[in-house]
């Protein structure tokens, strides 16, 4: 079973550029959430997805952040305009339902 | 508020050693509390989960923790350490992905 796929796996761009981070969970399953681990911290969740509806974005940074899941499967984040402080690991992560969430890999972004 | 307090940032350990990374929370409501594991450049793993059975968790890799609600406490052992442990390690609280994590314990395992 394939897990959980994301791209790129780094990113290096100026402040004030935007970015966008691609996922795709593992098949099936209707969970998606989008974490952001900071340096040092643990992850803390951006927004969490079921299907292709928003079920918690209330720690997303709705002036900067955005993200989508069409048709309930893959999703996208986005930054815009990136601060120097978005820099961290993005990870996404996806469960049947609630139940075990699996990870990817991560996207590693650096703003210079 | 939920919240996680991973006590130590850094444990080292010898190889053959027992190792103990130590977790408490805070829930107003009966907790899910997990433990993930992260190597370097990779997603994190989960370890081992409680979900109000069992109070003595096993999990992957010969780990366990035990939930005791009365210490608000869920510490993570293993008999003996494995060059292979040498990772970081998060407790984590609340729904399955949903989860509020601590900030790690970066574990180095000494030959």
């Known amino acids: 079973e394939a897990g959980v796929a994301q791209s790129p796996r780094y990113k290096i761009i100026e402040k004030r550029q935007s970015v966008a981070f691609w996922c795709n969970p593992i098949s099936g399953h209707a969970t998606l959430y989008w974490y952001q681990q900071i340096l040092g911290q643990g992850p803390k969740l951006l927004i969490q997805f079921q299907n292709n509806g928003v079920v918690d974005d209330s720690q997303l940074p709705k002036d900067r952040f955005s993200a989508e899941r069409l048709k309930g499967v893959d999703s996208t984040l986005k930054i815009q305009p990136a601060k120097l402080e978005d820099s961290a690991v993005y990870l996404c992560?996806?469960?049947?339902?609630?139940?075990?969430?699996?990870f990817g890999q991560g996207t590693r972004l650096t703003v210079v | 508020a939920q919240s996680v307090t991973q006590l130590g940032s850094h444990v080292s350990v010898s190889e053959g050693a027992l190792v103990l990374l130590r977790c408490n929370y805070s829930s107003s409501v009966p907790p899910y509390l997990f433990w993930y594991v992260q190597y370097p450049n990779q997603g994190l793993q989960l370890l081992l989960k409680?979900?109000?059975?069992?109070?003595l968790v096993k999990g992957i890799n010969g780990f366990e923790a035990e939930f005791k609600k009365s210490e608000t406490s869920f510490h993570l052992t293993k008999p003996s350490a494995h060059m292979s442990d040498a990772a970081e390690y998060f407790c984590a609280l609340g729904g399955a992905g949903k989860s509020t994590f601590g900030d790690g314990t970066t574990l180095t395992v000494k030959p």
């Open positions: 409680y979900t109000s059975a069992a109070t």
């Open positions: 992560a996806s469960s049947l339902d609630l139940g075990e969430a699996f």
